[in-house]
């Protein structure tokens, strides 16, 4: 009876992780040869979702740490609509993370594509009352020790 018992929980647990095998191997795409998105649609795909009545916080995450994993800074359309998510959600730490998150993905062109981002965005820092992390303080360390070849 047990030797059954056995064989029989290792017939569903062998079935149900083929069925999960099929899952994920529906969900991974074959080949990148598919239709190309414009930057508009891309655009547009994203500030539809973060405009979502129902939004809440793990969503705007999940979209940002996706956004994060792509080889491109967000353009500021999405930056601006995630800003409104946030103050619609009343998550100032969120917001300020997404602007560290823009700030990063600049990489190289730091000194180039910030402060247009920065520009772009504005209006809508001042209309939503978010401060960038540098007016806050947060770009220098709180604690650190002046330089030695700062001394004299």
């Known amino acids: 009876m047990l ?41 547009k795909q ?6 979502r009545p129902d939004l809440d916080h793990w969503e705007i995450r999940r979209v940002f740490n996706k956004l994060a994993g792509l080889d491109l800074v967000p353009d500021p359309v999405v930056i601006c609509a995630a800003l409104r998510a946030c103050r619609k ?42 401060n960038t992390p540098e007016e806050l303080g947060y770009d220098k360390p709180e604690l650190a020790l002046q330089s030695i070849d700062d001394i004299h």
């Open 89 to 130: 959600l009343n998550d100032f730490a969120l917001a300020i993370r997404i602007l560290e998150m823009v700030k990063d993905k600049c990489g190289g062109k730091l000194k180039e594509i910030y402060p247009y981002i920065l520009q772009e965005i504005r209006p809508t820092l001042d209309e939503l009352g978010i």
């Open 46 to 51: 994203y500030v539809n979702y973060l405009s």
């Open 3 to 43: 030797r059954f018992v056995g064989r029989q929980a290792n017939n569903i647990i062998r079935n149900s992780l083929l069925s999960r095998a099929t899952v994920v191997s529906r969900n991974v795409r074959a080949s990148h040869d598919g239709p190309e998105e414009s930057e508009e649609e891309f655009n």
